[in-house]
C-alpha cells in the first residue's frame, strides 16, 4: 500500500467503488446458482461412492478397553491423494499414512489402535479408495522368475478377536525361569518393524518389566544376555497374536511351479489405481 495517498486520492477511490444496481446483483446470483446446479449435477453419482461406511476392527476393542470396536470409513478425496503423494522418504510416508487415517477413519482412539487393526484399515482405504483388485509383482524364491498376481482384497480372510482368547501378557521363560510382562505391537510401532533386524534390536521396547524390574537399562541387559530359546519365546508371544486380516498368500510360481506364500506388500504402488 501506497503511504504517501492524499486525502483526495482516498476519497476518488471510495467514490469509483459504486454499489451494485439491482440488475447486477440479480445477474451475479443467477450465475453463481447455474454454477452450484451444474457442480451439483456433476457429482450426484458421487454421494454414495464417497459415504462413510461402518467397519468392524479386528480387535474388537479387546486390546483398547472398549474402544476401537466399529469405526467408520471413507474413500480418499482429492485432497488425501495430495497428501499421500508428497512424501518424499520412508519417514514422511509413515506419517503421512497415520495422516491420512485420521483424516479417512472416524471413531477411533489411534493411541490404542493395535498394529493388526492398522494394518486392517490400511488395506481396507485402499478396498475403497482404488479398487478391489491388488495386482502386484513376486520374484519366486526358488527360481527367482518374476510372477504377475492379481490379489482381490475383499477375498482376504479376517481373523476377529474374541473375548478370552488372548492370554495374560506374562510369561514365565524357559531357560532364565524368570516372569517377563509384556505388550502387544501398536499402531505407531510399525516404524520399528520393518524387517527381522529391526524387531531384534526394538524387542525391548515391547517388554514392560523382566522379573518385576521396569528399568531400561535392565531389561536391554537382560535380553542381551538370556538364551536364544529366551528370545524366541518372547518374540512368539508379543508378535504371534493371531488376529486381524490375514495377508498371507499361498502362489505357484509360472516358471518352476513351486509352492510359495508371501505376504502382501505394503510398497509404493499399494496406494493405485488397477
Known amino acids: 500500500m501506497n503511504e504517501n495517498r492524499s486525502i483526495i486520492d482516498i476519497a476518488r477511490a471510495a467514490e469509483s467503488k459504486q454499489p451494485e444496481t439491482p440488475e447486477v446483483q440479480s445477474s451475479r446470483i443467477q450465475t453463481d446458482t447455474s454454477e452450484a446446479t451444474a457442480l451439483k449435477d456433476l457429482l450426484q453419482k458421487l454421494d454414495s461412492k464417497i459415504a462413510w461406511v461402518d467397519v468392524e476392527l479386528p480387535s474388537r476393542g479387546l486390546l483398547s478397553d472398549g474402544a476401537n470396536t466399529t469405526v467408520q470409513v471413507r474413500p480418499f478425496t482429492f485432497e488425501d491423494e495430495k497428501i499421500l503423494r508428497t512424501a518424499k522418504n520412508a519417514n514422511q510416508a509413515a506419517n503421512t499414512l497415520k495422516t491420512l487415517i485420521?483424516?479417512?477413519?472416524?471413531?477411533?482412539?489411534?493411541?490404542?489402535?493395535?498394529?493388526?487393526?492398522?494394518?486392517?484399515?490400511?488395506?481396507?482405504?485402499?478396498?475403497?479408495?482404488?479398487?478391489?483388485?491388488?495386482?502386484?509383482?513376486?520374484?519366486?524364491?526358488?527360481?527367482?522368475?518374476?510372477?504377475?498376481?492379481?490379489?482381490?482384497?475383499?477375498?482376504?480372510?479376517?481373523?476377529?478377536?474374541?473375548?478370552?482368547?488372548?492370554?495374560?501378557?506374562?510369561?514365565t521363560l524357559p531357560d532364565s525361569e524368570v516372569e517377563v510382562e509384556y505388550r502387544y505391537p501398536m499402531a505407531d510401532d510399525d516404524a520399528s518393524l520393518t524387517d527381522m533386524e529391526q524387531m531384534m534390536d526394538n524387542l525391548w521396547k515391547f517388554i514392560k518389566s523382566v522379573g518385576g524390574h521396569d528399568s531400561r537399562m535392565v531389561i536391554q541387559g537382560f535380553i542381551s544376555k538370556t538364551t536364544g530359546k529366551d528370545v524366541l519365546t518372547l518374540q512368539n508371544k508379543i508378535f504371534g497374536a493371531d488376529f486381524g486380516l490375514q495377508t498371507k498368500v499361498n502362489f505357484i510360481c509360472n516358471n518352476c511351479e513351486a509352492d510359495s506364500v508371501i505376504d502382501l506388500p505394503l510398497n509404493e504402488s499399494f496406494f493405485n489405481v488397477n
Open 102 to 171: 485420521h483424516r479417512a477413519v472416524k471413531g477411533m482412539d489411534y493411541d490404542t489402535l493395535p498394529l493388526s487393526d492398522k494394518t486392517f484399515l490400511l488395506f481396507k482405504l485402499r478396498e475403497i479408495s482404488y479398487g478391489n483388485e491388488y495386482p502386484i509383482d513376486i520374484e519366486c524364491t526358488a527360481c527367482e522368475a518374476k510372477n504377475s498376481l492379481n490379489v482381490e482384497l475383499d477375498k482376504l480372510p479376517i481373523k476377529y478377536l474374541e473375548e478370552g482368547s488372548l492370554e495374560d501378557p506374562k510369561i
